[in-house]
């Protein structure tokens, strides 16, 4: 039999449909059938091959576990948003997952409602509040929330050796109607690093490297399936192009005007019920 691109494909298959374990044989047939599609779909050239290559070799290289570039590279294709939301919540009634993001931290401070996470670096000051509840509207007493931010330097406390240890970092407990309170600074967009082979593909793409202002959250309650979320900034010129493609739409909140200086944002969270 002539081999023909497609038959070759389809060697390739069956020869990684040998593989034991079912559900890793379904990831491997169907990546190689999906990566050979690519290839013939586009009749892929030696040197674009080749280009291809030389572009994974510099993601890996700068890659480690303080510069995570081949996450960088899932995140800008889209792939680390559609991961989260085939994952995330299935009940419609629950608030919307988001990206964990490469700086969470699991044992934040555990802080009052009504003390601030600002440490170092002051920006424009925002009181978040919002109340924890059940999808039937129940609140969650002693419910946690833990929530991390960019400092007003630009940078997590991750990324900065010279910041204060768990700046614009805190965890919370609710009170006994399910309600949270805390201060912080009103977020804004950043850009992803891009010195790197990711910052020329979004080069090459004419991409914005900014991501949409957010604020990070964690909440768990037991009984609940603990919850990775993100609120948004509704006055943020990135919602829409954010580099992440993190953004949505429910998950937008208005920041208020406190009338001193400051803003108010309220944030409710909806848990589902644990499996
Ligand atoms: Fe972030």
């Known amino acids: 039999m002539a081999t023909t691109p497609e038959n070759l494909r ?10 034991p374990d ?3 044989r379904e990831l491997l047939t169907t990546l190689a059938k999906h990566l050979h599609d ?15 290559i030389e572009f994974l070799t510099a993601v890996g290289k700068m890659s480690d576990e303080k ?26 009634d629950a608030t919307e997952n988001a990206l964990l993001g490469p700086f ?14 600002v440490q170092q670096h002051e920006g424009e000051p925002v009181r978040l509040e919002g109340r924890v509840t059940g999808k039937g509207g129940e609140p969650l007493p002693g419910a ?9 330097n630009g ?29 912080t600074n009103r977020p804004f967009g950043y850009s992803v690093p891009t ?13 914005d490297p900014m991501r949409a202002a957010h604020i990070h959250l964690r909440v768990s309650a037991d009984g609940y399936q603990p919850l990775v979320t993100q609120m948004y900034d509704a006055d943020c010129d990135y919602l829409e192009t954010d580099v992440v493609f993190g953004v949505r739409e429910s998950l937008i909140t208005p920041l208020e005007d406190d009338g001193d200086g400051g803003f108010i944002a309220r944030f409710n969270v909806r848990l589902a019920p644990a499996g």
């Open 144 to 152: 946690q929330i833990e929530i991390w931010q960019i400092a007003a």
């Open 38 to 52: 690519f290839a013939i779909e586009t009749n892929l050239t030696v040197e674009e091959w080749l280009g291809g």
């Open 104 to 117: 969470y931290v699991s044992d934040a401070p555990l802080m009052e409602n009504g003390d601030s996470i």
């Open 155 to 183: 940078q997590y406390d991750g990324q900065d050796p010279d910041m204060v240890e768990n700046n614009m970092r805190g965890r919370f407990r609710t009170d006994d109607e399910g309600r949270y309170w805390l201060v």
């Open 67 to 92: 510069r995570q570039e081949c996450v960088l590279l899932s995140d800008v294709f889209g792939l680390s948003a559609l991961v989260d939301f085939l994952n995330g919540p299935q009940d419609q």
């Open 22 to 24: 079912p559900r890793m």
């Open 195 to 207: 010195d790197g082979p990711v910052g020329r593909l979004l080069d090459v793409l004419g991409r």
């Open 10 to 19: 389809d060697q390739v298959v069956t020869a990684f449909g040998a593989t």
